[in-house]
């Protein structure tokens, strides 16, 4: 689904677990598909409001170009456009990220809270990744919630700013 794709896509995973997606639908490759991909993962409004960074999605962009070419399907000219445009502002601010997010979802059995991060602009990876302790910590929290719950807590040096207070805000 392009919800699932959209999920994938905003928590900046890379490419092969998008293409896995893409793989169970023969029909991805397809015109309108294509803008059916812009349209909801690229142009989608959260998406607009919370970029990616561009430099991600320019590699999206063109991975799922390559997957087209592969499935010999004619390339939708929007979709050119769109990796020339993201090209284009890459260039003009010389390779540096300004402003980005990541998105990622918790969950506690039907109830899910949704957390958007600011990605910190470095050309290392860190700051572009959550970090496995904050996973552990928000997993920790979700199973003892008697331990948390009604009380203050202080979460230092996970690599997750807010998502152990996502977790924490599922306990109430």
Not at 35 to 46: A, D, M, N, T, Y
Not at 152 to 169: D, H, K, M, S, V
Request: glycine share 6%; net charge negative.
């Amino acid at each position: 689904s392009w919800a699932g794709v959209r999920k994938l896509y905003r928590q900046t995973l890379n490419w092969n677990s998008i293409t896995t997606l893409f793989l169970t639908d023969p029909e991805s490759c397809q015109p309108l598909s294509q803008k059916e991909f812009l349209k909801q993962v690229i142009e989608h409004p959260s998406c607009i409001e919370h970029p990616p960074p561009l430099k991600y999605t320019l590699e999206v962009l063109k991975n799922y170009i390559s997957l087209i070419e592969k499935a010999a399907e004619p390339i939708d000219p929007d979709l050119i456009k769109s990796c020339a445009h993201y090209e284009m502002i890459l260039q003009q601010k010389g390779g540096t990220e300004q402003e980005a997010f990541i998105s990622i979802e918790i969950a506690d059995g039907d109830r899910e809270k949704e957390c958007v991060f600011q990605i910190i602009p470095e050309t290392t990876k860190q700051g572009f990744l959550l970090w496995p302790a904050a996973y552990f910590l928000s997993e920790y929290i979700l199973c003892n919630k008697k331990l948390f719950f009604g009380k203050r807590c202080l979460e230092l040096g996970t690599g997750g700013i807010g998502f152990a207070a996502a977790a924490l805000e599922l306990c109430e």
